[in-house]
């Protein structure tokens, strides 16, 4: 298999007892299991919106920042384990560092759903400055509870990119972490040896991570201290960049770690190795370097920000789709272009996500364009952009990985395709009315919208609740799988 | 249903499009699969195709770039053009926006916009329902926003911004009417 011809050796055990495979295979499972509860969450908002439930605006948008952090702290770990498994057979990981980060995680999203359940705390995910300190509804306990979940999201998102870049250093050091060898022939190794893809996007990731994570820590130390000390002066603008460098940032980069992934895991289908070449040095530079420069495109409506900033966010926004789009989606579309492909659950999964990745990016590149943000700016094109390339990208990548993890590699069959085009269908249905929504000038993050919003709702319930229906068949049809044929592809794999 | 027009047609339409060629594209390469061939065979020709996808693409952005650039709503880029614009006032609070109920359309207006509390967003709907532009309300700070309003009618002045539970209910009717005729204007703006 071509993947395991990657340099790959099993590394330690693990000294606290736990193994690698076990950690992973227990993370898929906790944050699937997130998944389809905050998918869950999404329906009733979704139901809420087309006025088929009642729920009180305070508990929309209690919901609406559950669903918010928690999906996005979910995927966060859900990519950062699947590229770990990979990356651990290439650089010198430990287990028990993962094991810490994963725990960070969860402690993190565990104390922001107590705030938010309990405390019924609820300025979105996002949590703008000063809304979450006046005129709420919510306890002031609440808010500062939130702002240490995050934290702990953020501390383990920073163990993950440390370690990993370590490792890095120890094996490549950075500037080969990122092939740089195959530019400069002064860096080659005596060996010949150049990192594989894998490796190259876990080199942008870490650092890149470890910059949004110290960007996080100093935005919620600032709130913290003006939690503790409301005279602590703080001001808005500052705050609102810093939120968005961090939000942004650490949701773009759950695409760029499940690259990783796809670098690796999409050779065991097509039967053709992925190999490193210069133009993956230039574009995970170039990525590494513009898109932690891609947030000012949360500010275009506020006109009072630095003009340099904004146009420099949008140039630095179109700059990194370049990577994506000339280098990764094209490279896996050549990789995939008349190769003896098997088509599985997990290779059918990885081109869908590129597919959603794509799409999603194409709205993005609208959105981010500041005379048509004039118009979709905070409208419901927001979340059906990100929810194409977060649920019917990212998330497929994860269903992906979870097919090869598991070792279910027999061809679907009729129980599984049909779940397949369930899901697929429910997602197209719910994503299309978001689109619809935001063409009509809906506004997003609405307890109750203006029409035609809830008309579009509660036809984008009826499809969310085919999603949900066809994702939960088929994420129990691949665990099944998974079991009957673990036994041997342990051997083989891990 | 809200009419799909403007900006937003142009939108829908370029979305739809680039969507659709992207999802043709895909489904070539799945087919593809069918034939299978040694990846030496296919590997020289996506190369070059991949030279030639990004020339073509870096051009596409640098051209949209450029048309962006002067199309941007902010007043540095704004400013100098048109007759001096009649100055208004917003104020956005919890959850209301402190401003004149009426306004002249086809006059260019300053737009000053605050917020009392916490973040707002002042989106301008037209009488159709379309939202025609808008602009964040955030508090220590102005923002200077230049908007026409192109013809007389009921237009609605809402929230774009989750500003806490009264988020939904924080719009309010704007009456625009036609400006007085050029003559009893002294003929200064017809
Ligand atoms: C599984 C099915 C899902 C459903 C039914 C769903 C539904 C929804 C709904 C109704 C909203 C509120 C939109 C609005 O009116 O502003 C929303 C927001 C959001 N969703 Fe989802 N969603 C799903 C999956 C996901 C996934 C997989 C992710 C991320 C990986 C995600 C991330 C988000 C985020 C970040 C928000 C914005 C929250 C905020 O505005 O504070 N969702 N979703
Ligand atoms: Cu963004
Ligand atoms: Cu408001």
Same mark, same amino acid.
């Given at each position: 298999?071509p993947t ?6 099993d590394l330690h055990?693990?000294?606290v007892g736990v193994t690698?495979?076990w950690?992973v295979?227990?993370s ?5 299991g997130? #998944?389809?509860f905050?998918g869950m969450?999404g329906?009733v908002?979704k ?7 009642h729920?009180?605006?305070s508990t929309f948008?209690a ?6 952090d ?5 995927v966060?770990l859900?990519?950062a384990v699947?590229h ?10 430990r287990?028990?560092?993962?094991v ?12 922001a759903?107590?705030? #938010?359940? #309990?405390?019924g705390?609820?300025?979105g995910w996002?949590?703008l400055?000063p809304l979450?300190?006046?005129?709420n509804?919510w306890?002031v306990?609440?808010?500062?509870l ?8 953020g501390?383990?998102f920073?163990i993950?990119?440390l370690d990993?870049?370590a490792?890095?250093i120890?094996?490549?050091g950075?500037l080969?972490g990122?092939?740089?060898d ?6 080659r190794r005596?060996?010949?040896k150049?990192a594989p893809p894998t ?7 870490s ?7 110290a960007?996080?820590?100093?935005l919620v ?11 602590f002066?703080?001001?808005?603008l500052w705050i609102?960049?810093l939120?968005?460098?961090?939000g942004?940032?650490i ?6 770690l499940?690259a990783g992934?796809i670098y690796a895991?999409?050779p065991?289908?097509t039967?053709r190795p992925?190999h490193?070449?210069?133009v993956?040095?230039i574009?995970?530079?170039t990525s590494l370097?513009?898109?932690p420069?891609a ?7 506020d006109?009072?920000q630095?003009?340099?900033?904004? #146009? ?6 179109y ?7 000339v280098?990764?989606i094209?490279?896996?579309l050549?990789?995939?272009y008349?190769s003896e ?5 997990g290779?059918t999964f990885?081109m869908?996500?590129l597919?959603?990745w794509?799409v999603g990016g194409v709205?993005?590149?609208?959105d981010?364009t500041?005379p048509?943000?004039e118009?979709l700016?905070?409208t419901?094109?927001v979340p059906a952009?990100f929810h194409t390339?977060l649920l019917?990208g990212v998330?497929l990548?994860?269903?992906?990985f979870?097919?090869y993890f ?12 049909t779940?397949?085009w369930?899901?697929f269908?429910g997602?197209i249905g ?8 935001g063409?009509?000038?809906v ?6 919208q203006?029409?035609?919003g ?5 036809i984008g319930t009826?499809f969310?609740?085919?999603l949900?229906?066809g ?7 691949i ?6 044929n673990?036994?041997t ?6 | 249903?809200v009419?799909i ?5 142009v939108?829908l339409?370029?979305?739809l *499009?680039l969507s659709t ?7 070539w390469?799945?087919s593809s699969?069918?034939r299978?061939?040694?990846v030496g ?5 996506g190369y070059?195709?991949?030279r030639?996808?990004?020339?073509f693409?870096?051009t596409?952005?640098?051209?949209a ?8 709503p902010y007043?540095? *880029? ?5 007759k001096?614009a009649l100055?208004?006032?917003?104020y956005a609070?919890?959850f209301a926006?402190t401003?004149?109920k009426?306004?002249p359309?086809g006059?260019r207006?300053e737009?000053?916009?605050t ?9 301008i709907?037209s009488?159709?329902g379309e939202?025609?532009?808008q602009v964040? *309300? ?9 908007f026409?309003f192109?013809?007389p009618?009921?237009?609605?002045i809402r929230c774009?911004?989750?500003?806490g539970?009264g988020?939904?209910?924080m ?6 009417y036609?400006? *007085?005729?050029a003559s009893?204007?002294?003929g200064?703006?017809?």
């Open positions: 298999m395991e011809q990657m340099g790959a050796v055990g693990g000294d690698p495979r950690m295979g227990v898929l499972v906790i944050g699937f997130l #998944i389809f905050l969450v329906g908002m139901a809420a919106q087309g006025n088929l439930v729920l009180s605006p948008y919901l609406l920042t559950l669903h918010g928690g999906m996005i702290s979910t966060v859900l990519t699947a770990w498994y990979f990356l651990r057979r290439l650089l010198n990981l287990v028990e560092v993962l810490f980060a994963v725990l960070a995680i969860v402690w993190g999203l565990v104390a759903a107590v705030a #938010i359940l #309990i405390g705390f609820g300025p996002t949590f400055y979450p300190f006046i005129g509804t306890p306990w609440s808010t500062g939130f702002f240490f979940g995050v934290l702990f999201v501390i383990g920073a993950f990119c990993i870049l490792g890095i120890r094996e490549y950075v080969n990122l092939a740089l195959t530019i400069f022939p002064r860096l005596a060996d010949g150049v490796v190259i996007a876990a080199t942008m990731v650092i890149d991570g470890i910059l949004t994570a960007a996080g820590t100093v130390v600032d709130l913290l201290a003006h939690w503790a000390m409301p005279h002066p703080v001001d808005p609102k960049n939120t968005y460098f961090f942004h940032t949701a773009n980069l759950t695409i760029y499940s992934v895991a999409l065991h289908y039967g992925w490193t070449n210069r993956y040095a574009s995970w530079t370097l513009f898109v420069w947030w000012p495109h949360h500010l275009y409506m006109f009072v630095a003009p340099w900033l904004q #146009i420099f966010g949008e140039a630095s926004t700059i990194a789709t370049i990577p994506a789009a280098v990764t094209f490279g896996a050549l990789l995939v008349r492909m098997r088509w599985r659950i290779s990885f869908a996500g597919l959603g794509l709205a993005a590149m609208i981010a500041i048509f943000n118009v700016h905070n419901l094109w952009h390339y019917g998330f990548f994860v269903i992906g979870a097919s598991a070792g279910d590699d027999a061809p679907p069959t009729r129980l599984t395709k779940f397949e369930v899901f269908i997602m719910f994503l299309a009315m978001f689109y619809a929504g063409i009509e000038g506004p997003r993050r609405e307890a109750v203006p029409v035609p809830p008309l579009l709702a509660v009826a969310a609740a085919v949900l229906i994702m939960t068949g088929l994420l129990i049809e665990f099944r799988r998974g079991q009957r673990g036994a592809h342990e051997r083989e794999v891990t | 249903m009419p027009a403007g900006k937003q047609l939108i339409v370029l979305w *499009a060629i992207v999802v043709i594209a895909f489904s390469v799945v699969t069918k299978p061939v040694p065979d296919v590997q020289p020709g070059r195709l991949r030639l996808w990004g020339w693409y870096g596409l952005l640098v051209a770039f450029a048309v962006t650039l002067w199309t941007v007043a540095w *880029a704004q400013g100098s053009t048109g001096p100055v208004v006032h917003v609070h919890q926006f401003m004149p009426k306004l359309s006059t207006i737009f000053l916009v917020s009392l509390d916490v973040n707002h967003d002042m989106g709907y009488p159709q939202l025609l532009g964040q *309300a955030m508090p220590d700070y102005t923002n200077v926003f230049f026409t192109p013809k009618g009921r237009y609605v774009l911004e989750l500003c539970a988020h939904s209910y719009f309010q009717p704007l009456q625009v036609a400006p *007085a005729p009893t204007l002294g200064r703006s017809a």
